[in-house]
């Protein structure tokens, strides 16, 4: 499995970069076909200018002279006409493009396993859909115009230059080497500082919003002073390749100056001598001066144009590690099962180790289990026994490395994950909730929910009073990641949007542990008639969570230690039993506390 350091190869990168040209070839053909014309019409123009010159200088008829001009009018219109027409046509292609990237990334995201956002960076994944994808568009746009057009504005204007006079031609063309180099070093430079600037933009934001969202606690521990310089060095570094980039951008129109002032001067000399000897006529001065000056701008751009190409190329080579990366769990091509699941879950002799952690020792071992639909099976055991990971296997979240799970009698790799999933809702450890409305999490399984649907999910998981209290009750937009509410009320709100699903299988895992014991009362009281009729997993540290389960597992250490009812648990004296006992010693003791705190 390739992480985020490896990177990869450029071929495999340009062939997907191919791909989608060759997905939008009809442009590409079209825009080929306007440049050609473009670069035909523009270099026409020098020579109707010389044209036109030579007529007036012979002093031709007035009419013969207008009709001159009336082409040269024509010509220029048309190209001014098609430059338009294959530009727009280039820079649109690569907006399509940059469109089709960004929707292929964004499916492609949804669809990585977990595992993948273990490896990967938030920052570094929202950097490829942003920066660099910017970065192939520029390659696709201004890039590719220039290094598709340039070559064959260079061929025509040197064969038109060697027609008109082939060793005014030639020594025109000497300082162009030179000039090229130039222009390389400086598109460089260009290129160097408005990267440095990007970047220093980025720090800065990340800075910026990292602070804010731990505003809390930089406060809490007054480093707002530390936080402020580490800012302004950020600030600092950035202003200095600002103004680098100032300054480079400014030397521009003046070494532009340098190129057509070089060659004109080879012109006069060099010209002026061919016309004394009268191999050249006078007209074909202003000719080659014209055409001096159509190289001048896209030589002096190709330094720049080659460094954004570069850098596109490895921005591209950035977006395909990102599309390389394998979605873990797909469908195999042509599965065709159930629309939804019934509820009978049964685990026959599972093992599972997370990805990549090979050697170790498996997050599960050999766990047998069954049950049945309908019926609620309790998960406990001390952190990081497994029951986290043993509830994430009944959606289908990761391959078991030996064993089989079925759910409603079918082997979990026979059922389409939509379906999988639609009959399935798990309520996580640490919940998440979107910056909307409160009845938008909750209804975030069901679009197009009825309020009705999301009014009793939140009764069903305690919720109701509690929404009476916020400023605009059901509406209340709650803050990024719900910063709005308190963990309890996050928690029932991730529970009311498991709820408002309406899942054949619900799955809690540790879903109350930040509510206070008399709100856990009322919740399982509610809840007894929400499981009615579902198979429900419920994963808790709590013994007090679980102890009117129809099954109760003990995990230990990856493997299940004791099962059974609560009664014969406490029985028999094990592990289940010094759980319970701790625990309520634990609660007497916080009564106790309040007690005296009151
Ligand atoms: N995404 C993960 N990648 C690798 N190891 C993990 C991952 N999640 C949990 N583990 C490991 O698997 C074991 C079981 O974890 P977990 O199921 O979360 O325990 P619990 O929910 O009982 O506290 C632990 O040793 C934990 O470190
Ligand atoms: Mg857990």
């Not at 296997?393 to 079925?406: K, R, S």
Request: a neutral charge; aromatic letters at 8%; proline letters at 4%.
């Amino acid at each position: 499995m390739s992480g985020p350091a490896a990177s990869r190869p450029l071929r495999s990168a340009l062939r997907r970069l191919g791909g989608y040209i060759n997905r939008n070839r009809g442009f590409y053909a079209i825009w080929l076909a306007a440049t050609l014309a473009y670069v035909a019409a523009f270099t026409a123009i020098p020579r109707l200018v010389g044209h036109t010159i030579g007529l007036v200088d012979a002093g031709r008829p007035s009419d013969e002279i207008a009709a001159s001009i009336g082409w040269l009018v024509a010509v220029t219109l048309a190209s001014a006409l098609v430059r338009f027409f294959s530009r727009t046509l280039v820079f649109n292609a690569a907006r399509e493009i940059e469109y089709e990237i960004r929707n292929d990334i964004f499916e492609h995201l949804e669809r990585l396993p977990q595992s993948f956002y273990a490896r990967w960076r938030t920052g570094d994944i929202m950097s490829r859909c942003v920066n660099d994808i910017n970065a192939v568009r520029l390659l696709l746009g201004v890039g590719l115009l220039n290094i598709v057009q340039t070559p064959i504005l260079y061929v025509a204007v040197i064969s038109m230059m060697l027609a008109v006079n082939v060793k005014v031609a030639l020594m025109v063309l000497l300082p162009y080497p030179l000039f090229i180099l130039i222009a390389r070093t400086f598109g460089r430079s260009v290129h160097r500082w408005s990267l440095a600037t990007q970047e220093g933009l980025a720090d800065l934001s990340n800075q910026l919003q990292e602070t804010i969202s731990g505003i809390a606690v930089v406060k809490a521990y007054a480093m707002e002073g530390v936080t402020a310089e580490r800012f302004a060095a950020g600030n600092q570094r950035l202003f200095h390749s600002q103004t680098r980039l100032v300054r480079a951008n400014a030397a521009m129109p003046a070494i532009v100056m340098l190129l057509p002032a070089a060659a004109t001067l080879i012109v006069l000399v060099v010209g002026g001598q061919e016309i004394v000897a009268g191999r050249m006529a006078k007209a074909d001065f202003f000719t080659f001066v014209m055409y001096i000056y159509n190289l001048t701008f896209p030589t002096f751009i190709m330094g720049w144009v080659v460094a954004l190409a570069q850098r596109g190329a490895a921005s591209m080579q950035r977006i395909d590690e990102l599309l390389s990366e394998q979605p873990s769990i797909a469908d195999p091509p042509g599965l065709t099962g159930p629309e939804t699941v019934r509820g009978d879950i049964e685990f026959r002799n599972v093992t599972f180790r997370y990805p990549g952690q090979d050697g170790r020792d498996p997050a599960l071992r050999g766990v047998d289990l069954t049950i049945p639909a309908g019926t609620t099976l309790g998960v406990v055991g001390p952190v990081g026994s497994g029951k986290s990971t043993l509830a994430s296997l009944i959606p289908h979240l990761y391959e078991v490395e030996d064993g089989q799970i079925f759910i409603g009698g079918d082997d979990i790799n026979r059922i389409p994950l939509a379906a999988l999933r639609r009959s399935i809702a798990v309520v996580p450890q640490e919940s998440f909730l979107f910056s909307m409305s409160l009845a938008q999490n909750i209804a975030f399984g069901v679009p197009n929910a009825e309020p009705q649907a999301v009014l009793s999910a939140a009764a069903g998981a305690q919720l109701d009073k509690d929404v009476d209290e916020l400023p605009n009750g059901y509406d209340t937009v709650v803050g990024e990641r719900g910063v709005m509410l308190s963990g309890g009320q996050r928690q029932r709100t991730a529970l009311a949007r498991a709820l408002a699903v309406r899942p054949q299988i619900l799955i809690l895992d540790d879903v109350l542990s930040a509510v206070d014991a008399e709100t856990e009362a009322d919740i399982q009281r509610e809840l007894a008639e929400v499981f009615r009729g579902r198979t429900v997993v419920v994963v808790s540290s709590r013994v007090s969570a679980v102890r009117n389960a129809d099954q109760i597992v003990v995990l230990d250490d990856g493997r299940i230690v004791e099962r059974g009812r609560h009664a014969a648990l406490m029985r028999q004296g094990g592990m289940y039993a010094r759980l319970a006992s701790e625990q309520a010693e634990e609660e007497a003791l916080r009564g106790a506390v309040a007690e005296v705190a009151r």
